[in-house]
């Protein structure tokens, strides 16, 4: 199972949001090249970055920031907040990143996850983010009164490659993943899944791990590196394990 860790962008700092909140957020003081770097020297190959600032202006904003992670370091990287035209796409794909994830822009608008899926083979990730089973779009600001796994159903032969799916009540509580929530979407969905929100352990690693769905692909990790709940060592371990 591939472990991500994750870095999440705002005013070029590192921060963590609880639950996708702009107003409860903690900013860590390690930049995010530095902590990209840190990511690579304990061996892990995969990278989950957001960039929050993108997110809320609807454009990329740190573009400059990934750029530098992708020209230093060899990871691969999937990227994500505020990717809402082709033009946004081309800057990330340019860039040399593995994934860009499209997520509010793909729920309101069907037709755009599927031209981008024609158009960027292989390299669309759709950001599927849920509280209470109901999609959340913009930030989370807003609801989209849709189902996830009937929005699902409807765009699964578009062509994304991997999907990314966050439990919103979780994320950035440390509370768990909702493994059941997340197997229910690997079921219903065409493309590998990524478990994200709520890590709060090594034991949340393994619990995964031993997760009998072949089609998910891995795990994202945020907050509990940060505050320090899971060492990167003992993270790292797990990629042998």
């Not at 599927?128 to 989370?140: F, M, R």
Request: hydrophobic share 35%.
């Amino acid at each position: 199972m591939k472990i991500f860790p994750a870095i999440d962008i705002k005013d070029k700092k590192c921060v963590r949001l609880v639950k996708g909140n702009f107003d409860n957020k903690t900013e860590y003081e390690i930049s995010p090249v530095d902590q990209a770097s840190k990511y690579k020297d304990y061996g892990f190959k995969n990278l989950h970055i957001v960039d929050l600032d993108g997110a809320l202006a609807g454009e990329t904003v740190n573009l400059d920031i990934i750029q530098k992670i992708v020209s230093k370091f060899d990871l691969n990287i999937e990227i994500g907040g505020g990717v809402r035209n082709f033009e946004s796409i081309q800057k990330y794909n340019d860039s040399g990143v593995e994934k860009i994830i499209l997520g509010s822009a793909a729920i309101k608008d069907k037709n755009f996850l599927k031209e981008a899926c024609e158009r960027f083979p292989n390299k669309i990730a759709l950001g599927l983010d849920a509280k209470d089973g109901y999609l959340s779009v913009s930030g989370w600001k807003e609801n989209s009164n849709q189902l996830i796994l009937d929005y699902l159903k409807e765009v699964n032969d578009y062509g994304a490659s991997r999907l990314i799916f966050t439990d919103i009540n979780r994320d950035g509580m440390k509370q768990g993943p909702n493994f059941e929530e997340t197997s229910k979407v690997a079921d219903t969905s065409n493309c590998p899944v990524i478990i994200s929100g709520g890590v709060s352990s090594i034991d949340d690693i393994k619990k995964a791990k031993k997760l009998n769905n072949n089609n998910i692909e891995g795990i994202i990790v945020g907050k509990a590196i940060y505050d320090g709940d899971i060492k990167l060592e003992e993270l790292a371990r797990e990629l042998d394990a």
